[in-house]
T-cell receptor
Framework: DAKTTQPTSMDCAEGRAANLPCNHS???????VYWYRQIHSQGPQYIIH???NNETNEMASLIITEDRKSSTLILPHATLRDTAVYYC???????????FGAGTTVTVRA | GAVVSQHPSRVICKSGTSVKIECRSL??????MFWYRQFPKKSLMLMAT?????????EQGVEKDKFLINHASLTLSTLTVTSAHPEDSSFYIC?????????????FGPGTRLLVL
């Protein structure tokens, strides 16, 4: 699977949009980009995933560049409860496994 | 999203005993479930893939005789840590695969914290 690179940590202001970048420069055509988050001492929570088109749901938006080498997860209005470790994962279409990296520790501050 | 539960949420046991952890998909059927382990301040590590009605597939370095996995129904997978030792103390998390093709997603349980004394 293609590897991903994320910043180790980032701070966000409550009420503002949080933009979380992810690089996946070796992604191939049949690999999806998934985003999960893990709040302290809980299991990971699914956020969103996409192949090449931008996606939006009730939690977030996923913007994938045209060359698919990077993506950005956007939390439109960050709240204190969005403080978590966010994982960007690339998954091959036919392989069900998810490989978790270190993720980005996001801290939302009042 | 789909809901996955785990039981128990935390367990303390003596060294040498066995512990069983249950993972259930509550509102969907899951032919495939996964078991992960997470040590403090570390990321999740996949231990094994559990397929309903067949043997589990273990990741390299995971002892299949120590971590017994049973996936007897489409909504239940169990992980039994046999002859547990203090180094097995960890956060065990399961996930279940839901949907197919482009809609396929894994949903995770809340985790089970195991402490072996």
């Amino acid at each position: 699977d293609a590897k991903t690179t994320q910043p180790t940590s980032m701070d966000c202001a409550e009420g503002r949009a949080a933009n979380l970048p992810c690089n996946h420069s070796t992604i191939s055509g049949n690999e999806y980009v998934y985003w999960y988050r893990q709040i302290h001492s809980q299991g990971p929570q699914y956020i969103i995933h996409g192949l090449k088109n931008n996606e939006t749901n009730e939690m977030a938006s996923l913007i994938i560049t045209e060359d698919r080498k990077s993506s950005t997860l956007i939390l439109p209005h960050a709240t204190l409860r969005d403080t978590a470790v966010y994982y960007c994962i690339v998954r091959v279409f036919h392989d069900y496994k998810l490989s978790f990296g270190a993720g980005t520790t996001v801290t939302v501050r009042a | 999203g789909a809901v996955v539960s785990q039981h128990p949420s935390r367990v303390i046991c003596k060294s040498g005993t066995s512990v069983k952890i249950e993972c259930r998909s509550l509102d969907f059927q899951a032919t495939t479930m996964f078991w992960y382990r997470q040590f403090p301040k570390k990321s999740l590590m996949l231990m094994a893939t559990s397929n309903e009605g067949s043997k589990a597939t273990y990741e390299q370095g995971v002892e299949k005789d120590k971590f017994l996995i049973n996936h007897a129904s489409l909504t239940l997978s169990t992980l039994t840590v046999t002859s547990a030792h203090p180094e097995d103390s960890s956060f065990y998390i399961c996930s279940a695969r839901e949907g197919t093709g482009a809609l396929e997603t894994q949903y995770f349980g809340p985790g089970t914290r195991l402490l072996v004394l």
